[in-house]
């Protein structure tokens, strides 16, 4: 462009390539500044004897994230309360334990899986002898809804990335920092609602749902179909 200052169809065409290039760096520092979300979830049920084995392990995750300054991801716990339960009724170590995750910079968000009846009638049917209680493992679960959860509880600020989320379970470390440039540059360049750890090529069925991310207006619009499957 500039070896041809007189030529006004290339000066204009070298303009508009200069504002596209603009354009671009400036969404790609927009996108590096916001937070991700990072999500987690367990069950707290009075009957759910792993409750104090998954706390630890998300408090190890927790202090890692933390350790290995991974700011960019914002940490949120979801806890699945039973019908029955209210926050006061928790028992006092778990209350405790939230305080410290909040202490830590977890935000933790109370909500009851929305088909937990479907969930105990299935179950039922799978293991009459009643031995799984549905309440226990329903925090697995609420990753399949996590489109309706950040809607209902508003989860979702001006500072996060608005286009995808990461879910882990509880048990994962963070071993070193991820940048966003670094996490942006990782995303499936197709499109998708949810790449799982350990995927490898498109349609891959899912060995490991441990670590998600989810595309979420894509996956908002296969929740519906995703749930009912369960």
């Given at each position: 462009c500039a070896g041809?200052?007189?030529?006004?169809?290339?000066?204009?065409?070298?303009?508009?390539?200069?504002?596209k290039a603009a354009n671009l760096l400036q969404k790609k520092v927009l996108v590096s500044d916001k937070q991700v979300m990072w999500l987690s979830a367990m069950?707290?049920?009075?009957?759910?004897?792993?409750?104090?084995?998954?706390?630890?392990?998300?408090?190890?995750?927790?202090?890692?994230?933390?350790?290995?300054?991974?700011?960019?991801?914002?940490p949120h716990l979801i806890v699945h309360l039973p019908h029955n339960m209210t926050l006061m009724t928790l028992p006092e170590f778990s209350h405790r334990r939230i305080k410290r995750f909040e202490q830590l910079g977890v935000r933790v968000?109370?909500?009851?899986?929305?088909?937990?009846?479907d969930l105990k009638s299935n179950l039922h049917q799978l293991r009459p002898e009643g031995d799984l209680e549905a309440d226990c493992v329903a925090g697995s679960f609420l990753r399949l809804e996590i489109p309706k959860i950040i809607a209902e509880k508003h989860l979702l600020q001006p500072r996060h990335n608005q286009d995808y989320v990461l879910w882990t379970?509880?048990?994962?470390?963070?071993?070193?920092?991820?940048?966003?440039?670094?996490?942006?540059?990782?995303?499936?360049?197709?499109k998708f609602s949810l790449a799982?750890?350990?995927?490898?090529?498109?349609?891959?069925?899912?060995?490991?749902?441990g670590v998600l991310l989810m595309a979420l207006k894509n996956y908002q619009e296969d929740m519906p179909k995703v749930v009912s499957s369960v």
């Open positions: 041809n200052p007189s030529n006004d169809a290339s000066t204009d065409s070298c303009s508009s390539s200069s504002a069950s707290l049920g009075s009957l759910c004897t792993e409750a104090e084995t998954y706390i630890d392990e998300y408090e190890l995750a927790v202090l890692s994230w933390r350790e290995t300054n991974n700011s960019a991801f914002d968000v109370f909500h009851t899986l929305s088909f937990i009846d379970d509880c048990d994962i470390m963070w071993w070193r920092r991820v940048s966003m440039d670094e996490f942006m540059a990782n995303i499936p360049s197709h799982f750890s350990g995927q490898e090529v498109k349609n891959q069925r899912p060995e490991n749902t």
